[in-house]
């Protein structure tokens, strides 16, 4: 007997107490779930608020603008405030939001020449995200346009995500039907942190230590 | 390198000692106290907690009664998204799967996720003597590697090492190991980091193989979950060509919504956070973004003798958020090491049994190692009743694992304490005596003292409470005689 049958017939022994309730396969939607939806109400102003709120909580830097226009500003004044000389840019990323870019500042495409240890000189990256948390100051990457291979945003020192107001959700159980699980995904909250000596919390062991959000409120 | 959990001694043994370390007790008061006290927040924040909590156990229970039909179902899921599914009935066959699994790259070096997992079969080990070094990522975890110890707590395995510690074993062993910590490494937590960031960023971006374990397994399409916090696991998961994962079988969840009940039960009972910084998933291969081998070893090694005792398989909703660790008045004093398992506190005490057997006098000895006080079950995210489970074991090992003398002591002395409160003449008298000759009473009874086995070592790891001058009962009597003045 293959380690598969027998692990399998060792779980129907071990469930011999458990009455089968038909051939049929079990139907996980009978749990009963009488847990919120959501915690914060419908106002897309006030989830708005509160993920500003929650982000900046777990040390996100928050910059708000009014509309998508504002974001090439933000975003070029964000790089050259930290003086990246290199940015990591996903395809797909709006060519409107690098249009403030100081000249001589050099843009890396994706590709195969952007290896993990290239991407390690590389001083920041831009990317949208698929999806943002408010509750809990979440953003998760899907990996799909505009948001780069997975590694994009882990070498690099320094992300700067942009967040429209259609990809805000109040809640965890909101977020979830709107993610695609067949795409890999990374939910992220605040920048890379420990806690682990004397659960002092320092932030930025291997992921970017600086995550700086551009939330657009129109 | 490395050592084991293998012949450790008993609970009471390893607690006689562990009690007695100033340092360990100071290290692990702060620290459970600290975090305990941020979860009570993270955790009112929602006014439906007992809800979500009710629907983890229902969801873990469903799935724990059909756990058949979603392995199958996760194996048809993983497969279909181009990853590859072994089985593992116990530990030696899960280390050798993975073992042949490295081998077949060639590579002789694997960055590791922290995972318990890995631990509860002792991989590293395996690995190291097949030459192949294990190299773990997680901070607490490479303090414990590279400190030769062992981990002490399911969250922060390095609880029981405080700063200035942790930095004399950076500046002993990172030289060993790869680079070297900087020149005039302080104790400060931020260079101490930093020092891991420089030590471990070579190992990731050489690295060719990758091995995690996971938080949920999603039945219905085969996506698996890894939550953490510093980004080492974001690097072992995505910068390798393969990935190896090695999971239990109990925890598959049946659908991707599941997950909205599990992200908000774990951050929040774990970390005390509303969410932890990073949450990977992936299901199977993604062309071009991740490793493009991706190996899934589903693991039993006793989690079906678990689920075959009706009252202990609760241990198996288990999701690994340490609450119960940080909330146990025993673990608080005894330390993680005394449990002598991957898994240590009040869910390492029902849950190691279960896994290993009673058979060992260590193993047999974990049921008693607590008041039940139930603490434990009231933090639990998933309601697993410990303490019932604790008693339903002791039960087992009392009937069959060798330790009955053990048990017969108990219930004499359990007799004896019962006849006293029924005689309440007698109980004054023993009390009154007591007050008499309090300045006669040592503060520890000698660890000579010719007591049976079981006695022997609780007499040995405790110390006597001070005696009171006058009984309660004699202070109340003259409280009453005064009036209620005072």
Same mark, same amino acid.
Request: net charge positive.
């Given at each position: 007997m293959s380690s598969r049958e027998q692990v399998l017939a060792r779980i129907r022994t071990a469930l011999a107490d458990v009455p089968r309730e038909s051939e049929a396969a079990p139907d996980p939607a009978a749990v009963p779930r009488g847990y919120r939806t959501t915690h914060t109400g419908e106002d897309p102003a006030a989830i708005r608020e509160l993920l500003a709120e929650n982000l900046a909580d777990y040390r996100a830097i928050v910059h708000r603008v009014g509309d998508e226009s504002e974001v090439a500003g933000a975003v070029g004044r964000l790089l050259a405030e930290r003086g990246s000389k290199t940015v990591a840019v996903p395809d797909g990323l709006p060519a409107d939001w690098l249009a403030e870019v100081a000249a001589g500042t050099e843009r890396l495409a994706e590709g195969p020449e952007l290896t993990a240890r290239r991407l390690d000189s590389v001083d920041s990256v831009v990317t949208g995200c698929a999806v943002a948390i408010a509750e809990t100051g979440t953003i998760v990457l899907d990996a799909a346009e505009g948001q780069g291979r997975r590694r994009l945003t882990l070498v690099p020192d320094h992300h700067i995500c942009v967040i429209r107001p259609g990809q805000i959700v109040a809640s965890v159980p909101q977020a979830l039907p709107r993610l695609d699980p067949r795409r890999p995904q990374t939910w992220i909250s605040g920048p890379s942190a420990t806690s682990d000596i004397e659960l002092d919390r320092v932030e930025g062991v291997h992921g970017p230590r600086t995550l700086e959000v551009v939330l657009i409120d129109d | 390198m490395s050592r084991t959990f293998v012949g450790m001694p008993p609970f009471p043994t390893a607690a006689r000692s562990s009690t007695k370390d100033g340092q360990l007790r100071a290290n692990l008061t702060h620290a459970t106290h600290t975090i305990r006290d941020k979860r009570a927040k993270a955790v009112a924040e929602l006014d439906d907690w007992a809800e979500l909590r009710e629907a983890g156990k229902r969801i873990k229970d469903h799935t724990l009664r059909h756990l058949d039909h979603y392995l199958e179902q996760l194996e048809a899921s993983v497969t279909a998204a181009g990853g590859q599914v072994h089985w593992a009935a116990d530990a030696a066959e899960a280390n050798r799967i993975v073992t042949e699994l490295v081998r077949a790259t060639g590579e002789t070096e694997v960055v590791k996720v922290k995972s318990m997992a890995t631990q509860e079969i002792e991989l590293n080990e395996a690995l190291a003597k097949a030459g192949i070094s294990a190299y773990e990522t997680d901070l607490a975890e490479l303090i414990v590697q590279l400190g030769d110890d062992l981990p002490s707590?399911?969250? *922060?395995? @390095?609880?029981?090492?405080?700063r200035s510690e942790i930095r004399d074993i950076f500046q002993d062993a990172m030289g060993r190991w790869g680079r070297p910590a900087p020149e005039g490494l302080t104790d400060r937590p931020a260079e101490l980091a930093e020092a891991a960031r420089l030590h471990l960023r070579e190992k990731f971006l050489r690295a060719k193989v990758g091995i995690s374990g996971a938080n949920f397994m999603i039945a219905e399409t085969g996506t698996l979950v890894v939550l953490e916090s510093e980004g080492n696991g974001r690097m072992c998961l995505t910068l390798p060509e393969t990935l190896i994962s090695v999971v239990g079988i109990e925890k598959v969840l049946p659908r991707w919504q599941d997950l909205e009940v599990f992200l908000q039960l774990l951050p929040r009972s774990s970390t005390a956070e509303r969410m932890n910084p990073y949450t990977s998933t992936w299901t199977g291969t993604s062309d071009g973004d991740g490793p493009q081998r991706f190996h899934l070893v589903l693991v039993d090694n006793g989690r079906t003798d678990t689920l075959a005792d009706t009252v202990g #398989?609760? @241990?198996? #909703? &288990?999701? #690994? &958020?340490s609450a119960c660790l940080n909330v146990c008045p025993v673990y608080e004093r005894a330390g993680g090491h005394a449990y002598g398992s991957a898994y240590p506190g009040p869910i390492g005490a029902i849950l190691t049994p279960q896994l290993r057997? *009673?058979?060992?006098e260590l193993d047999a000895s974990l049921p008693y190692a607590s008041s039940l006080c139930g603490a434990c079950y009231e933090v639990c995210p998933v309601a697993i009743d410990i303490p019932e489970v604790l008693v339903h074991l002791r039960e087992r090992v009392a009937e069959g694992g060798g330790h009955r003398d053990g048990h017969r002591v108990e219930g004499a002395v359990m007799r004896a304490t019962t006849w006293l409160f029924d005689h309440p003449a007698a109980l004054g008298a023993v009390e009154r005596a007591a007050g008499a000759m309090r300045g006669l009473v040592p503060r520890r009874l000698p660890e000579k003292l010719p007591l049976p086995g079981p006695a022997k070592a609780w007499n040995d790891s405790r110390d006597l409470p001070e005696l009171p001058e006058e009984s309660f009962r004699d202070w109340w009597k003259k409280r009453e005689q005064r009036g209620s003045g005072e």
């Open positions: - | 707590h399911i969250l *922060v395995p @390095a609880i029981h090492k405080n #398989r609760q @241990a198996l #909703r &288990c999701i #690994r &958020c057997g *009673v058979e060992s």
